[in-house]
Every structure is written in structure tokens, then in C-alpha cells.
């Protein structure tokens, strides 16, 4: 049995799928995750559900309703949610939750932020007056081979680096590199956030951990360029799926904690602060 850890790792961006449909037994699988209650840690409850050919019918208008960006895809996984309180980073938070399960069984898939057609996905999934699509994903079978527009994304996005850990973890004070040494029973946990995917591989994360109390703060480092282009809430999601890394990977190492808000977390003008982990011991 494969771990979400494995599936942390093994989760990339898919833009190219092959033809063969998602095998009966899978579907299922994936329709009992997909219908279960998914709730984030700031109490919000998205939705989520499973567009197929049935709903999305003519090849060619597939691929046009991801400009082009997803070639193949026969099923597209819309989230769904109303605004309220860090709305977005649960979404992100119970998103991923899915995604990465999509993964152990076996499926591809890739976060669509931008490159999709709102009017025309919302249409699909029946969306209701006062419920927002931020995102859908399509689910399939990887390709053999990427498109050339795949590669085109991958490149332009930097996807296959990540920033280094001195950049984006610090330990007791702001700006003060965490030492891969120094994060002990959590180094995979920070290491896994890492990997988490993020909008145009942003990496909007940081993480500041205070040794005397022995708590991991969280913040986010918003890009002016998502504001003024009024997609600022792509980084709340990308919070969501950082945590839930985070999370996971503290579990099965046998780390348990609870997010928490703490009122005097640390304050730095750069970053805004989220939320915090707190370790049981
Ligand atoms: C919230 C969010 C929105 C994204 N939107 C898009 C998108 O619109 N189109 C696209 O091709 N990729 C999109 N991506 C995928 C990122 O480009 C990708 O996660 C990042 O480059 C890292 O690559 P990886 O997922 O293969 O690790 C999005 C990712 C996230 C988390």
C-alpha cells in the first residue's frame, strides 16, 4: 500500500492524457472520495464533482475549454465553494486531499487556475447562484509523451525547481534560514510542502518555526502581480495545499498536532500570517 507521502512525491502537473477511460473499479473509488464531506481546517466545507463526456461532449471543445493547455482529458474534477472566512485555503487544503488520493490510484492530474473556461465548467457542473468554481482538474491516465504545450507551460513556469529551503523556512526569528538539520522530526514534512504545486510555481509559502515554544507559523507572501491582475485568491488556494503537505507528512511520521490561529503570532510587513501548527509533544 502506497502512502499520500509517495503520492506527494509522485504528483506533477498532467496537461497530456491518453484515451483510455478511467477503469469502472477506479471511478468508484474516486466517486466515494469525491462525494464524502470535506471540511478545511477554518471550518469551510467545499464541494467537489466529477464532469465526464456526458457533460463535456465534443472532443474538440474539451481542449478549447482549457485553451488548448490539457490535451485528452475525459474528466475534469470541479471543486465548488461559497465565500467566507479563509474560504479559499480550505479549498486548496481539501482539493489536494483529493488530488493526491486521484494519485494513489494511479490517475494524473493538474490544478487549472487561469487556463480554463469558467462560464463553460460552471455550466457542466450546475454551478449555483452564490457558489464560486476557482478551480477544476482534469483526471486521466498520463500520455506516453507530453505535448509540446506542456512543455512549453513546464518551461516557462520553472516547474521542475523549487526554491531552496534557506529561501522560504526560518527558524526563530524572520529571515533566519532553517537548516535542513535544525527542522529534526520534520524535515520531511517542510520538505514535502515544498513540493506542494502552487499557481505558475510561485511558491508563496514561508514558514517560521519558533524552537523555545515549538510551533511552525505560517504565512504568505502575496505577489503584487496576482493582485493587480485580481487572481490574488490562487495564493490562498496555494496555502490550502501547502498545509495540507505539511499536515499529512507530519501524521504518517508520527507527528501529531492541530492548526491553530494564534493572535500574537510573530508579525513581518512582507508576509501575511495564516495560521499555525502545533505539535502534541
Ligand atoms: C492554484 C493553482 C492554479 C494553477 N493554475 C494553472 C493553470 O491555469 N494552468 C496550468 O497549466 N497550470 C496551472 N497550475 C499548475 C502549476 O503551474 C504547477 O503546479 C507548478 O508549475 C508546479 O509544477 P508541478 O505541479 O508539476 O509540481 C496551477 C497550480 C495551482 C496550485
Known amino acids: 500500500m502506497q502512502t499520500m507521502r509517495d503520492a506527494i512525491k509522485k504528483r506533477f502537473s498532467c496537461r497530456t492524457y491518453s484515451d483510455k477511460p478511467i477503469e469502472e473499479k ?6 466515494l472520495i469525491i462525494n464524502a464531506t470535506h471540511e478545511g481546517p477554518f471550518g469551510n466545507r467545499p464541494l467537489f464533482r466529477l464532469l465526464n463526456t456526458k457533460l463535456i461532449t465534443i472532443a474538440q471543445w474539451r481542449e478549447m475549454a482549457t485553451y488548448g493547455v490539457i490535451k485528452g482529458a475525459r474528466n475534469y474534477l470541479a471543486g465548488i465553494i461559497r465565500p467566507g472566512h479563509m474560504a479559499m485555503t480550505d479549498y486548496g487544503y481539501c482539493k489536494e486531499i483529493i488530488i493526491l488520493q ?12 487561469g487556463t480554463f473556461q469558467a462560464g463553460v465548467f460552471a455550466q457542466a457542473a450546475g454551478l449555483q447562484k452564490g457558489e464560486l468554481m476557482p478551480t477544476v482538474t482534469p483526471l486521466g491516465y498520463p500520455a506516453k ?3 509540446l504545450i506542456e512543455k512549453i507551460m513546464r518551461r516557462l513556469a520553472g516547474s521542475d525547481r523549487r526554491k531552496p529551503w ?4 526560518f527558524i526563530d526569528v524572520f529571515f ?23 499557481a505558475s510555481n510561485k511558491q508563496p509559502w514561508r514558514v ?19 493582485k493587480m491582475l485580481g487572481i490574488a485568491h490562487l495564493q490562498d488556494i496555494d496555502m490550502g495545499i501547502a498545509m495540507s503537505h505539511f499536515e499529512i507528512t507530519a501524521r504518517e511520521t508520527g507527528m501529531a498536532g492541530a492548526w491553530t490561529v494564534k493572535a500574537k503570532a510573530p508579525k513581518e510587513k ?6 499555525s501548527w502545533q505539535p502534541e509533544n
Do not use: M, V
Open 26 to 31: 477506479i471511478r468508484q473509488q474516486l466517486a
Open 102 to 113: 486521484a494519485t494513489l490510484l494511479g490517475l494524473g492530474t493538474c490544478w487549472l487556475g
Open 145 to 147: 509523451e507530453k505535448s
Open 166 to 169: 534557506e529561501d522560504i523556512f
Open 176 to 198: 533566519k534560514p532553517l537548516p535542513r538539520a535544525a527542522a529534526g522530526k520534520y524535515r520531511e514534512a517542510l520538505e514535502n510542502l515544498r513540493l506542494a504545486p502552487s
Open 208 to 226: 517560521l518555526y519558533d524552537t523555545k515554544l515549538n510551533i511552525f507559523h505560517f504565512f504568505l507572501k502575496r505577489s503584487l502581480q496576482y
Open 270 to 275: 512582507t508576509l501575511d500570517y495564516i495560521i
